[in-house]
């Protein structure tokens, strides 16, 4: 076959497509108007459309008696966006301290074990002390012989120059500072506890040689717990100090900790976009430890937009759009995506509560058209997310 009659043929089934396509497919004209094509151009497109409008009054299918197309619509509700954190923290003891030995030395005495509850300034260990004992003995002797020099020097001023008995004050003074130097090397060999709290696993035994950064023993404060946890960033200016926060752990299922916000970090992380916020948890029933982890969470007033059902949304060449029933016709109301959920679509648009969205028959819905509702689903209350 020639090439211009396989051409020519090619032409004619083109042209014969896309007539059909006008004629019979609904919203041709729509679609043309839309793509540009002058309103003037597309006189034959109605009359397909009011075909097949008739066709569909013969079946009664798709329209009622009156031409209007059948739908069922679902009424507007408002949903909440934001309303609602929950994040992942770990707990530490509200106070807790590594003991320390003040001075260096061969432990001699341990009086605690693990668990035991201790109180501020309870001695927990003692350290070798006979250096120190005798160096006390020699400061409490060196004082008493100043003392009697002194006093004899003030009995007998008159045999003795005011510079001497000035001397005899000086080395009083100073024998009662090596006193208190050594009564405080004494003390130092007994290792206190700093604060009240529970003994975790003691790391030394008896006749270890320790050193001033050697760890004698962690006591932990867990009347109260600290939770240490990351929120997003859309959150920074929405928490504030002292807002209630709900605090559940892997070791005590079901059980539901109440607490509040006690500090927050001044910046945002800049590699993770979170914000470091530390709660405040009571503990007077001990139940709780340090370094557990725990799942916080926090409620907000939240965000609320219209809500819509998700398969009532349609898409154009300008972007998303709901049918909404007004009078017994459909107009077409541009909307704006917030957020999708399985149930729900969450949108910006010019929506009331309550207003009628088609949901079902929308192949078949134009502007202005009019339409009979089937089925009305009733919808109300408040949709959260």
Known sequence: MPFWKQFALCLALAVAGFAGWVFFVPGAGDTLRSAGVPSRLLPTVAPAEKASGSADQGTGQRRGGNGAVLIATQAVVRGTVNDQLSAIGTGDAIRSVAVTPQASGTVREILIKSGDKITKGQVLAKLDSEEQVIAKGQAEVTLKSAVEKSSLYHNIKSSVSRM??????????????????????????????????????????????????????????????????????????????????????????????????????????????????????????????????????????????????????????????????????????????????????????????????????????????????????????????
């Open 164 to 385: 001497d008995v000035f001397d005899a004050e000086i080395a009083e003074q100073g024998a009662r500072l090596q006193l208190q130097a050594a009564e405080l090397n004494l003390e130092r060999r007994n290792i206190v506890a700093p604060i009240d709290g529970i003994v975790g696993i003691i790391p030394v035994n008896i006749g270890d040689n320790v050193a001033i950064t050697t760890p004698i023993a962690t006591l932990d404060d867990r009347t109260e717990i600290l939770v240490d946890y990351w929120v997003p960033e859309r959150f920074a200016n929405t928490i504030s100090v002292g807002q209630p926060v709900e605090a559940t752990s892997v070791a005590l299922p079901g059980r539901v900790f109440s607490g509040a916000v006690e500090a927050i970090d001044n910046r945002i992380d800049a590699a993770s976009r979170t914000l470091r916020v530390r709660a405040r948890i009571d503990n007077a029933s001990d139940e709780l430890r340090a370094g557990m982890s725990f799942n916080v969470g926090m409620k907000f007033a939240g965000d609320r937009y219209p809500a819509v059902y998700p398969l009532s949304v349609q898409w154009d060449s300008e972007g998303a759009f709901v049918w909404r029933v007004d009078d017994g016709r459909s107009k077409k109301v541009r909307v704006s995506i917030v957020q999708r959920n399985p149930d729900f679509i969450l949108v910006t648009a010019d929506l009331k509560d309550g207003d009628a969205i088609v949901t079902e028959g929308l192949q078949r819905v134009r502007e202005g058209g009019q339409v009979r509702v089937a089925d009305q689903v009733a919808s109300s209350g408040e949709l959260t997310q």
